[in-house]
């Protein structure tokens, strides 16, 4: 979707055009769930805050300023939603799953038949500690532009470099091993 497209459908959303709440539906729903699932690691989680996220959505398309970036938008919404269940889940225990009890994680990286490259980078995504594991999914999966994602986190454009830099480098260090980072410690 190009910039005029999007300031359309802003503009639509802006006067509560339903048909324009359903064609951005249509256009981020797989990405943003996707997005919820590879944060929270728990399909029942990630459906829950997608649901969350769209209603949300609908509830405040009216409130949109001219010139909103919807992606960055979508995303900012669905990451608040995320953290908001992540401090919830921090005081009831019952609902944190990230513990050996908990089910197993879900997509990709959990499917027998997943590719043994794709199956490593979803393991080594889930090892990042979250501030790492956002940015990369943004830039890198979503394919939002570093402006956009460091309008979703909330930070400057050059901390977003930064931080980017440095979760590609711990990506790049998790997808190596312990058998290559041991010989680079021993050199």
């Given amino acids: ?45 990630a459906e829950d805050l997608h649901q969350e996220t769209w209603v949300s959505v609908a509830r405040h398309a009216e409130r949109l300023t001219e010139g909103t970036d919807l992606p960055a938008w979508l995303f900012t919404i669905a990451r608040n939603k995320h953290r908001s269940w992540r401090r919830w889940a921090a005081l009831d225990f019952t609902r944190l799953a990230f513990d050996s009890d908990g089910p197993e994680p879900e997509g990709p990286s959990a499917r027998p038949d997943a590719g043994d490259e794709l199956a490593a980078l979803e393991q080594a995504l889930e090892a990042l500690p979250m501030a790492h594991r956002e940015v990369l999914l943004l830039v890198g999966v979503e394919g939002l532009e570093p402006k956009q994602a460091a309008e979703v986190l909330g930070i400057q454009p050059e901390a977003l470099r930064q931080r980017l830099s440095r979760a590609r480098s711990a990506l790049a260090e998790k997808l190596e091993g312990p058998a290559q980072s041991d010989a680079a410690v021993v050199r």
């Fill in 1 to 45: 979707m190009d910039r005029a497209e999007e300031a359309e459908l802003v503009a639509r959303l802006r006067k509560g055009d339903k048909t324009a709440l359903r064609v951005v539906y249509a256009s981020f729903s797989d990405r943003i769930f996707g997005f919820l699932l590879r944060l929270s690691r728990r399909r029942d989680v």
